[in-house]
């Protein structure tokens, strides 16, 4: 089968195309014939070798697919061959034709969604619910603001936050990003590189704060969210590619919170809890992927650069 492989840390050169033996699922596993593999911003990390995750070197990298079950290894009841279904953060692999994956990383994929939408469910989807329900505790009523909200991390939260009956602010650096984002359920749309954002924010809430915030770029805003939020509000950092200057006593007045997440930190009990939660809203449709762009697999390097670029418009794939 192809494959991405890596042999090394660092630079986009070292994402090279292979040919390699079809892996062949052990107990408990489940091998599955790839349709689609997402692109997360952090695979270019990993790649880099800048991140606190570093696979045994060479390694295929991927977390996300949208696929068809190949076949399965001893111990596995719930996926029998020619079943769809999406795979969910795996300890790599999916920039594959074929990815082996442990049975609680495989899920069904609804009949209404492509396998290009199942491979932008695991982990955007993940991360926008733990942020939210597991980090934030969101509530019925509540204000979130999205940052980077047209990107397949921002989008998902959007839509989570929307069933869930909270207000949704959005931000985005474009006007078809901002579009978008209206699209798929916010509230409101913000151009988060204007000067005159936390304005508009403050007039559309009537003077009022968030409770909470998702921040996908948090050395960039966190200053400004922590101006932002109200009586015992709640920034989640989802994303950060550098350092910060904050004041904490902003933080002490409203009582408010700055909490990280990881998905890196769920146990496999927590990440099927997390997708058994999705598992509703997929098949009802108002969880639904955006796919924004799709590449051969050939091209990963490309994508590796266009998921770090401004301005995404839901999530990059590519197609073995």
Do not use: C
């Not at 090394?8 to 070292?14: P, T, V």
């Not at 609680?104 to 619910?129: D, K, N, R």
């Not at 940052?147 to 939260?157: E, P, T």
């Not at 916010?186 to 909470?212: C, N, Q, W, Y």
Request: hydrophobic residues 45%.
């Amino acid at each position: 089968m192809r494959a991405i492989r890596i042999h090394a840390f660092g630079g986009l050169e070292r994402l090279t195309l292979e040919d390699v033996p079809v892996p062949r699922p052990g107990a408990g596993e489940v091998l599955v014939k790839v349709a689609a593999a997402g692109v997360n911003p952090a695979d270019t990390y990993i790649r880099s070798g800048a991140y606190a995750v570093k696979p045994r070197l060479p390694f295929t990298p991927g977390f996300d697919a949208g696929g068809e079950v190949e076949s399965v290894g001893p111990g596995v009841y719930e996926s029998k061959p020619g079943r769809r279904v999406y795979v969910a953060f795996t300890l790599g692999g999916t920039y594959a034709e074929y990815v082996v994956a442990k049975g609680f990383q495989v899920h069904p994929l609804p009949e209404g969604l492509s396998f290009e939408q199942g491979a932008g469910i695991g982990v955007p989807y993940a991360a926008a619910y733990r942020a939210l329900f597991g980090r934030a505790r969101a509530r019925y009523g509540e204000t979130v603001l999205i940052h980077g909200a047209s990107g397949g991390v921002g989008l998902a939260a959007v839509q989570l936050a929307r069933a869930a009956g909270l207000t949704v602010i959005a931000t985005a650096g474009s006007e078809k990003g901002r579009r978008l984002v209206l699209e798929q359920g916010a509230h409101h749309a913000l151009d988060h590189a204007s000067p005159d954002s936390m304005t508009e924010l403050r007039t559309f809430l009537k003077g009022d704060g968030v409770d909470i915030i998702i921040e996908m770029l948090a050395n960039e805003n966190l200053d400004r969210d922590l101006q932002a939020l109200a009586f015992k509000g709640r920034v989640v950092v989802v994303g950060n590619r550098g350092r910060i200057e904050i004041d904490p006593r902003m933080t002490m007045t409203g009582e408010t919170s700055i909490l990280g997440m990881s998905l890196w930190n769920l146990s496999p009990e927590g990440l099927a809890a997390v997708h058994a939660a999705l598992a509703p809203g997929l098949a009802d449709g108002s969880l639904h992927p955006v796919v924004g762009r799709t590449l051969p697999l050939s091209e990963a390097a490309r994508a590796h650069e266009a998921v770090l670029e401004p301005g995404a418009h839901g999530k990059i794939l590519l197609i073995p």
